[in-house]
């Protein structure tokens, strides 16, 4: 019994302190057809993110101290690896939470993708695998709830939604 228990204990500290699997994260895009059907999907792992063009973000946040550098594809350059015009993006978060971000936001705000904050992968319990982020110290309206709501973080999919 007392080896049982022991054995228990271990394997528990173990699976505690070791590395956070979310560096490893994959990401699964999808384009949805105006039916709602799926045309296209694709899943991408950290090295194939990176291989896209990439932005940063030097700004803060409600939920960060300080200025910080936040770097990935822009949103924009996602929706296009479907081929077709796409409207909106609907983000989930690997707690569900979903987001509807319209294609206004990566034309006209800047949204990315974060993959790295200050050169750094973020692991689930810093946000991560991935994170959606906007220049919210270039623009005040970005500051707003409304533009707040749609910086999903704990990103696993993005769904995009074609014109």
């Given amino acids: 019994m007392v080896i049982r228990l022991v054995g ?8 505690w302190t070791a ?30 993110l990176d291989a896209l063009p990439q932005v940063t973000i030097d700004t803060g946040t409600p939920w960060t101290q300080n200025v910080q550098r936040f770097t990935g594809p822009s949103l924009g350059v996602l ?20 987001a509807p971000i319209p294609a206004e936001d990566w034309k006209e705000h800047g949204a990315i993708l974060t993959t790295r904050i200050d050169g750094q992968t973020m692991r689930i319990r810093e946000k991560g695998p991935f994170w959606v982020m906007y220049p919210i110290d270039s623009d005040p309206v970005l500051r707003q709830q ?3 709501s749609r910086m999903v973080w704990q990103v696993k999919s993005i769904d995009f939604i074609a014109q």
């Fill in 19 to 48: 590395p956070d699997s979310a560096r490893a994260q994959d990401l699964t895009l999808r384009w949805l057809g105006s039916d709602g059907k799926v045309a296209l999907e694709k899943t991408l792992n950290l090295a194939q």
């Fill in 79 to 98: 929706a296009a690896l479907g081929g077709r015009p796409v409207r909106e993006a609907k983000v989930m978060a690997l707690n569900d939470y979903v």
């Fill in 8 to 15: 228990a204990l271990l394997l528990a500290l173990v699976a």
């Fill in 146 to 148: 409304y533009y707040q």
